[in-house]
C-alpha cells in the first residue's frame, strides 16, 4: 500500500524492477562499445542527429560521450569512461567494458540471492588482490633512459595498434614518444600542438622540429626573417581605451574631435614606439591589429602576426622562451623570444607560420595529414590517446604487458585466492576474476578467433608459471607478450580496475531509482 | 455541500448587455477537502511511504538510491536527507518528513534516515490505535510522556568515553559507525582518520567547540577515493594569472585584495568628459599612475603573492608579473575568507588600507595539475593559522565524489558532535531496543489510555532494529526477538543487531557507538513531528487555477 506522494510524471521503481532496469542498462551499453576493444575491434559511425555530421571512432570515450542516454546506470559509466579519459587518456573502453562484466556476474548473484552487499564487499577483496598482483608484476624502467625509451614505444605501439593508426603505428609511435620528449617532463598536453591538414596519406604527417602556428603574416610583412627577436604580447591594438569608468569624450566642435583623434593616434604611435624599442624585429600579438598600428610596424621592419589565439601565444612563449607582455614602458625587463628563422610555409593548401631552430623548444607541433576529414579527426584523437597515455607513463613509470596478459595474471590471482575466502562472499571474488577473464576473451572474440580455446590454453599457461603469456592477435596464438612488446602503462591499468569496481559497486547497492518528473521546456 | 450554498468568495455578481443581473461562479469541482479521521489517515499513509522508501538504505547494510533530477542529472546517495531532499516530493505531508529530516541534518548532521523512520513507524502504530476509537490527541499525550521516558532511559544507559588530541581511538570508532553505511566504507579506516583529524585541527576543546566554516570539503573526479586526502591549508580551485608565473611561492606572504586592479570607480554616478587634447592626455597618465602605484604599494609591503577577488586586465597581470608579484584572480567570497582565516591576514578593500601587518603567511603555495586535462589546483599549506583545513575527495566518477562528500560530512558531524558532548549510546538497534522495553515497562504503571500510546511507542521503537535486521538480510522479528529476551534476561543494554555477521551482538565490542544528542534529538524531532500531523484533521485543497 503506498501513496503518491510525487508529481504525478515522478517514476519510482524498487528493488528487482530497480535492479533490472540499472542492469539492463549498464550491459547494454557495455555491449554496445565490446566490438571496438583491441587491435581488431570495429569502429562506430555516429552520426549527430541536429546536424547531420559523421563521426567515425573506436575510441569509447567518445562513443559514449556521443550517445544520449536516458539510464542512470548508463550514465554512470559513460561517467567513469569520461574521468578515464581524463585522467589516463585511454582505456576508456576497457573500463566500461570490465564494469559491466561485472554488473553482469553480480546480477547472476543476485540470482541466486546473494545480498548485494555481501557481492560488494567479495568484490572489494577481489579489486585488492588484483591490483596488488597488478603492482607485483610491474617492472620500472624508469632509471635506464634507452629501455624506458623502448618502454614508452611499445606503450605507444599497443595504444595506437587498437586505433586508426594502427597501419603505420610504428611510424606513429616513434612521432608520439618524440613528440612526448620534447616536453622534457612536463606533462601539459596543451604544449604539444596538433594541425590537422586534410590531404595526403597518414604517413605525410610529421613531428616538425621547430614550431608552427597555424596564422599568416601581415600583408605588408616580409615573409621570411632569420635571428628573429620576438616579443609576444596581449595587448589591444586598435584604440587602446581610457579605462577610467565613465569617461567618455564630449566635444563642441568638429575641429576638437580632430584634435582628439589626432591624440589617440598619437597615443598608439608612442605604443608602437614603445614596443619599437625592445629591438626586436618580430612582434606577435595574441588580439588583432588594426591597420594603423600595423602599418608603423611594418614601417620599423617589423613583422607583425596578430590574432595568435591564446594557446598559440602561450605555446610560442614556451617554445622560444620569451614572456607574454602586456605592458611596454621596461622594455631592459621583458624577456624577448628568440629563434633562427620564421617563414611562411604551405602545408597542402595553407600558409601556415613555422619557427625553427628554437630556443627552449618546451612545445611542439605535429602536423597530421589524412586523406578525409573523418580520418584525420580520428587520427586526431588516437594521437591524443597515445599522447596522453606517454605522458602519464613518464610520471608513473611503470609499465605492465598487454595483450590479456595482466588481466588473466589478476584473475588467476583472485581465483586462487577465493579458495580461501570463507562465507559467501567466496562466491562473488570467484565472480570477479570471472569477469576479468572476459577481457581476453573479449579481444579474441573481436579478433574472429575461437576464444573459448584461447582463453582456456592462456590461462593454463599462467597456471603453469608463465607469467609473460597474453593473446598474440596477429597469430591467433598465445605468446610472449615480452618478446612480441605489448606493453601497457601501470597507471593505465590500475585506474581501469579501480574504475571499474567503483562503479560496479554503485550500481550494485542501488535498490530504488526515482526520477522527478522532467522540467517542463519551453516550447522551442 | 448543498448545491444551493453560494460561496461568496467565489462568485462575482455581474450584469449582461441588456441590464440583466446575473452571477458567475468558479467552478467547484476541483476543490477537495478532507477532514476527521480519513484526513488523518491519508496523511498516515503519506509518511508511510515516505519512510519506506528510506528504510532499506538504514544500517551498515543499507543500499543506496538513484535520485534523477528534473534535468537528468543523477545522484546516487544513501543519505536520507539527501534522499529526501532531492526527490521532490509534492505531497504536503510528506513535505514534513522531509523537513523533518533536513532539521535534524541541520541541527545533528547524521542520523536522517532514522529520524523519518521512527516518525513513520509512529505514525503506522497510531493508525491502529485511532481504529481502536482512540482521540488523536490522546495518542499525541501518550507519545510524549512515552518519548520522555526514553529520552530519560536513554540518559541512563549512556557511557561517557574519553577522548584527547593525542588518544583519537574512540572518535575514530565513532567515525567508522557513521561511515559504515555508505559506499566509501570501502576505504574505512582512512576516512574516519580523516575526519577525526579535521574535527581535531579546527576543534577548541577547551570550549568544546568545532568551528565547521573552516573545514572545507573539496572533490575532484579521477583517481579513486583511496586517493582522498587531508590538506592543512585551503585548497584553491584557480591558477596563477599569467602563464609565466612561478608555480610554487614559499614562504608566501600574501596580499588578500577585494578591490579590483583598476582605477577607483566612484560609487556615484559620474560622467568624467573629455573636453580637450590636454585632458585626454592628463587621464592617460592618471591611469598608467595609477596602475603603477598600485603595484608599488603591493610591492611595499613586501608581498610575494597576491589574491585578489576582482580580475585585473592584461597590463595589470603583465606588470605583476614583471614585478615578480604571482597572482590569483577572481577568488570566490569564501575561499577570500578561508584564505584570510588560514594565513591570518587581513582582507584589503582599498590599495591605500594596505601595510605590513595585512599580510597573511603560508609557509608554501604550490599549483598542482590533475591527469591528462588543464585542470590546475593551488594549494595553500604550512599557514599561519594551522586551523583551517582541507579535505580532498577524489574518486572514479562524479557520482561517488559526491556521495564521498556527503559521506565525509556526516561523519564529520558525528565527531563533531562527540567533541560537544561526549555521551554516547550503542548503535546496532541497542539503544531503540532498550528504549522500548523501558517504555513498555513504564506504560503499565499509566492508569489512562495513553497507556495504549505508550506501548504503540515501544513498538514504534522496535521499527528501527527491524529495518536494521531486514536490511541485513537476517529473519527480523526472529532476530529482534532473541536480542530482546537477552537484554531482558543478561541486563545489559548494548546488545544490538548484529549486522555485519561478526557473530557478536555486544555493541561495546564491536564499538558502534552513536553520539546522545543525536539520538536524543531523533526521538525528540520524530514525536514533535507525529504530534503534529496527528493534529491535523482537516485539508482543504482549492482547486488549481487553470493556466
Same mark, same amino acid.
Request: with cysteine.
Given at each position: 500500500m503506498s501513496m503518491q506522494i510525487f508529481n504525478e510524471q515522478a517514476t519510482e521503481e524498487k528493488a528487482e524492477n530497480a535492479r533490472l532496469s540499472s542492469f539492463v542498462g549498464a550491459l547494454a551499453l557495455g555491449d554496445l562499445v565490446k566490438s571496438t576493444l583491441g587491435p581488431k575491434g570495429m569502429n562506430k559511425i555516429l552520426q549527430s542527429a541536429s546536424t547531420g555530421e559523421i563521426n567515425v571512432t573506436n575510441d569509447g570515450a567518445t562513443i559514449l560521450k556521443s550517445i544520449q542516454l536516458d539510464n542512470a546506470a548508463a550514465k554512470i559509466l559513460v561517467n567513469i569512461s569520461k574521468v578515464q579519459d581524463d585522467e589516463v587518456g585511454d582505456g576508456t573502453t576497457s573500463v566500461t567494458v570490465l564494469a559491466s562484466e561485472l554488473l553482469r556476474e553480480a546480477e547472476k548473484l543476485i540470482g541466486l540471492k546473494i545480498h548485494p552487499q555481501t557481492i560488494v564487499e567479495g568484490y572489494r577483496l577481489a579489486s585488492g588482490i588484483a591490483l596488488e598482483a597488478l603492482q607485483k608484476s610491474a617492472i620500472d624502467n624508469g632509471k635506464d633512459e634507452k629501455r624506458f625509451r623502448i618502454d614508452l614505444f611499445n606503450i605507444a605501439r599497443t595504444t595506437l595498434s587498437s586505433k586508426v593508426l594502427s597501419q603505420d603505428k610504428e611510424y606513429f609511435a616513434n612521432l608520439a614518444v618524440d613528440a612526448v620528449m620534447r616536453l622534457k617532463g612536463s606533462i601539459d598536453l596543451e604544449h604539444i600542438q596538433i594541425i590537422k591538414k586534410v590531404g595526403g596519406k597518414l604517413t605525410d604527417s610529421y613531428l616538425d622540429e621547430g614550431f608552427i602556428l597555424d596564422k599568416t603574416i601581415a600583408v605588408n610583412s616580409p615573409k621570411r626573417l632569420q635571428n628573429a627577436k620576438i616579443l609576444i604580447a596581449n595587448t589591444s591594438m586598435d584604440t587602446d581605451k581610457i579605462k577610467i569608468f565613465?569617461?567618455?569624450?564630449?566635444?563642441?566642435?568638429?575641429?576638437?574631435?580632430?584634435?582628439?583623434?589626432?591624440?589617440?593616434?598619437?597615443?598608439?604611435?608612442?605604443?608602437?614606439?614603445?614596443?619599437?624599442?625592445?629591438? &626586436?624585429?618580430?612582434?606577435?600579438?595574441?588580439?588583432?591589429?588594426?591597420?594603423?598600428?600595423?602599418? #608603423?610596424?611594418?614601417?620599423?621592419?617589423?613583422?607583425? &602576426?596578430?590574432?595568435?589565439?591564446?594557446?598559440?601565444?602561450?605555446?610560442?612563449? #614556451?617554445? @622560444? !622562451?620569451?614572456?607574454?607582455?602586456?605592458?611596454?614602458?621596461?622594455?631592459? +625587463?621583458?624577456?624577448?623570444?628568440?629563434?633562427?628563422? &620564421?617563414?611562411?610555409?604551405? &602545408?597542402?593548401?595553407?600558409?601556415?607560420?613555422?619557427?625553427? !631552430?628554437?630556443?627552449?623548444?618546451?612545445?611542439?607541433?605535429?602536423? #597530421?595529414?589524412?586523406? @578525409?576529414?573523418?580520418?584525420?579527426?580520428?587520427?586526431?584523437?588516437? +594521437?591524443?590517446?597515445?599522447?596522453?597515455?606517454?605522458?602519464?607513463?613518464?610520471?608513473?613509470?611503470? @609499465?605492465?604487458?598487454?595483450?590479456?596478459?595482466?588481466?588473466?595474471?589478476?584473475?588467476?590471482?583472485?581465483?586462487?585466492?577465493?579458495? @580461501?575466502?570463507?562465507?559467501?562472499?567466496?562466491?562473488?571474488?570467484?565472480?570477479?576474476?570471472?569477469?576479468?577473464?572476459?577481457?581476453?576473451?573479449?579481444?579474441?572474440?573481436?579478433?574472429?578467433?575461437?576464444?573459448?580455446?584461447?582463453?582456456?590454453?592462456?590461462?593454463?599457461?599462467?597456471?603453469?608459471?608463465?607469467?609473460?603469456?597474453?593473446?598474440?592477435?596477429?597469430?591467433?596464438?598465445?605468446?610472449?607478450?615480452?618478446? +612480441?612488446?605489448?606493453?601497457?602503462?601501470?597507471?593505465?591499468k590500475r585506474q581501469v580496475v579501480i574504475s571499474a569496481t567503483e562503479a560496479a559497486e554503485m550500481i550494485i547497492r542501488v535498490d530504488d531509482i526515482l526520477r522527478a518528473a522532467p522540467r517542463r521546456r519551453e516550447a522551442v | 455541500m448543498s448545491q444551493l450554498a453560494i460561496d461568496p468568495n467565489s462568485a462575482v455578481y455581474t450584469t449582461d448587455e441588456y441590464g440583466r443581473p446575473f452571477i458567475i461562479l468558479r467552478e467547484q469541482g476541483r476543490k477537495t477537502r478532507a477532514h476527521g479521521l480519513e484526513a488523518i489517515k491519508s496523511h498516515i499513509l503519506a509518511a508511510k511511504t515516505v519512510a519506506n522508501i528510506v528504510r532499506t538504505s538504514l544500517g551498515p547494510r543499507g543500499l543506496d538510491k538513484i535520485l534523477i533530477s528534473p534535468d537528468g542529472e543523477i545522484t546516487v546517495t544513501n543519505d536520507g536527507a539527501t534522499i529526501l531532499g532531492q526527490m521532490e516530493v509534492e505531497h504536503q505531508i510528506a513535505k514534513l518528513l522531509v523537513q523533518l529530516s533536513k532539521s535534524q541534518d541541520d541541527e545533528i548532521g547524521d542520523g536522517t534516515t532514522g529520524v523519518v523512520v521512527l516518525a513513520g513507524a509512529l505514525l503506522e502504530q497510531s493508525e491502529a490505535l485511532l481504529d481502536r476509537g482512540i482521540h488523536p490527541i490522546r495518542i499525541a499525550d501518550g507519545f510524549d510522556r512515552a518519548c520522555a521516558v526514553a529520552v530519560k532511559h536513554l540518559d541512563q544507559i549512556c557511557e561517557t568515553i574519553q577522548f584527547s588530541s593525542d588518544d583519537t581511538e574512540n572518535l575514530l570508532k565513532t567515525a567508522k559507525t557513521s561511515l559504515g553505511s555508505k559506499i566509501v566504507s570501502k576505504e574505512h579506516t582512512q576516512f574516519a582518520q580523516i575526519a577525526v583529524d579535521a574535527v581535531l585541527q579546527v576543534a577548541d576543546l577547551e570550549r568544546r567547540d568545532v568551528p565547521f566554516d573552516l573545514i572545507k570539503v573539496d572533490g575532484k573526479v579521477g583517481g579513486s577515493l583511496a586517493e582522498t586526502k587531508l590538506i592543512r591549508g585551503v585548497l584553491l580551485d584557480k591558477d596563477m594569472s599569467h602563464p609565466q608565473m612561478p608555480r610554487s611561492v614559499k614562504d608566501a606572504r600574501l596580499v588578500i585584495l577585494t578591490c579590483p586592479f583598476e582605477p577607483p570607480r566612484p560609487k556615484t554616478k559620474h560622467k568624467l568628459d573629455i573636453t580637450s587634447v590636454e585632458e585626454f592626455n592628463k587621464l592617460r597618465e592618471y591611469e598608467k599612475e595609477k596602475f603603477a602605484d598600485m603595484i608599488k604599494r603591493v610591492k611595499d609591503t613586501g608581498a610575494n603573492l597576491v589574491i585578489c577577488q576582482w580580475g585585473f586586465d592584461d597590463e595589470a597581470n603583465h606588470l605583476l608579473m614583471q614585478n615578480e608579484l604571482p597572482a590569483v584572480r577572481w577568488v570566490g567570497g569564501p575561499e577570500i575568507e578561508l584564505i584570510a582565516i588560514a594565513t591570518q591576514g587581513r582582507i584589503v578593500p582599498r590599495f591605500e588600507d594596505l601595510t605590513k601587518e595585512k599580510l597573511g603567511k603560508a609557509g608554501i603555495v604550490r599549483e598542482i595539475s590533475f591527469g591528462t586535462t588543464r585542470d590546475k589546483m593551488l594549494v595553500i599549506e604550512d599557514c599561519a593559522n594551522t586551523r583551517a583545513v582541507t579535505i580532498f575527495v577524489r574518486g572514479s566518477n562524479k557520482m561517488i565524489v559526491d556521495e564521498g562528500k556527503r559521506a565525509l560530512h556526516d561523519a564529520i558531524c558525528a565527531v563533531r558532535n562527540l567533541v560537544v558532548d561526549n555521551r554516547v549510546v550503542y548503535g546496532g538497534g541497542s539503544a531503540e531496543i532498550s528504549s522500548s522495553i523501558a517504555v513498555s515497562n513504564a506504560a503499565d504503571e499509566i492508569p489512562s489510555i495513553e497507556q495504549y500510546a505508550m506501548r504503540a511507542f515501544a513498538s514504534a521503537l522496535d521499527a528501527i532494529p527491524l529495518a536494521l535486521a531486514e536490511n541485513s538480510g537476517l529473519s527480523p522479528i526472529e532476530t529482534l526477538t532473541e536480542v530482546r529476551s537477552r537484554q531482558v534476561t543478561e541486563k545489559n543494554s548494548k546488545l544490538g543487531i548484529d549486522c555485519n555477521g561478526r557473530g557478536e551482538n555486544d555493541m561495546k565490542k564491536q564499538f558502534v557507538y552513536d553520539p546522545l544528542i543525536s539520538k536524543r534529538q531523533q526521538y525528540l524531532l520524530a514525536t514533535q513531528l507525529v504530534r503534529a500531523v496527528l493534529k491535523i484533521d482537516d485539508v482543504i485543497t482549492s482547486g488549481q487555477s487553470e493556466e
Open positions: 565613465g569617461a567618455r569624450l564630449k566635444v563642441d566642435s568638429t575641429g576638437k574631435l580632430a584634435e582628439l583623434e589626432r591624440a589617440e593616434k598619437e597615443k598608439m604611435k608612442a605604443k608602437v614606439d614603445a614596443i619599437a624599442a625592445h629591438g &626586436i624585429n618580430v612582434f606577435v600579438n595574441r588580439q588583432l591589429i588594426y591597420n594603423y598600428p600595423e602599418s #608603423l610596424l611594418a614601417e620599423k621592419g617589423i613583422l607583425v &602576426i596578430e590574432h595568435a589565439d591564446f594557446e598559440g601565444v602561450e605555446r610560442l612563449s #614556451l617554445v @622560444t !622562451g620569451g614572456e607574454i607582455a602586456s605592458t611596454f614602458d621596461r622594455p631592459e +625587463l621583458v624577456k624577448l623570444g628568440r629563434c633562427e628563422l &620564421i617563414e611562411e610555409v604551405m &602545408i597542402g593548401e595553407d600558409k601556415l607560420i613555422k619557427f625553427s !631552430g628554437v630556443a627552449a623548444g618546451e612545445a611542439c607541433t605535429v602536423v #597530421l595529414r589524412g586523406s @578525409t576529414s573523418q580520418m584525420v579527426d580520428e587520427a586526431e584523437r588516437s +594521437l591524443h590517446d597515445a599522447l596522453s597515455v606517454l605522458s602519464q607513463t613518464i610520471k608513473e613509470t611503470r @609499465t605492465v604487458l598487454g595483450g590479456g596478459c595482466s588481466e588473466m595474471l589478476m584473475s588467476n590471482a583472485v581465483e586462487t585466492y577465493a579458495r @580461501t575466502v570463507t562465507g559467501k562472499k567466496a562466491i562473488a571474488v570467484e565472480a570477479f576474476a570471472r569477469a576479468l577473464r572476459q577481457i581476453p576473451t573479449i579481444l579474441a572474440d573481436n579478433a574472429g578467433y575461437d576464444s573459448g580455446e584461447l582463453v582456456s590454453k592462456l590461462r593454463a599457461a599462467h597456471y603453469d608459471g608463465k607469467n609473460e603469456a597474453g593473446l598474440d592477435m596477429d597469430h591467433g596464438s598465445i605468446g610472449s607478450m615480452m618478446e +612480441l612488446g605489448v606493453t601497457e602503462s601501470y597507471k593505465l | -
